[in-house]
């Protein structure tokens, strides 16, 4: 899991029949202490009603992916599965209000 700032949003005229019904985000990998971004952007279907310039938490794992959007065969890889509040790393706390 990664802790990443959505930056955008993506729109597809054409896109595989189990994405249809999905929103689509662009997001940035952060540290969780900082939230200075620490890798590259990623696309991420939205299960958390994530938005532009909210701090999410990612899963940029395949088969996880497909676990939560229910599709043994989905072509997909990452996911927004939580919008963070605050994040602790060795005794620094950040908030993301």
């Known amino acids: 899991m990664k802790v990443a700032k959505v930056i955008g949003n993506a729109w597809a005229t054409r896109k595989h029949p ?17 939230a200075v971004p620490n890798g590259e952007p990623l ?28 599709v043994d065969h989905a072509p997909t890889r990452t996911i927004i599965i939580g919008i963070v509040d605050e994040t602790y790393k060795k005794g620094k706390k950040r908030s993301y209000h």
């Open 18 to 34: 189990i994405l249809e019904s999905k929103k689509l985000l662009i997001v940035e990998p952060v540290d969780e202490t900082t």
């Open 43 to 70: 696309l991420a279907i939205d299960s958390a009603g994530a938005g532009v310039g909210d701090t999410v938490l990612v899963l940029d794992e395949g088969t996880s992916c497909r676990q939560i959007v229910g």
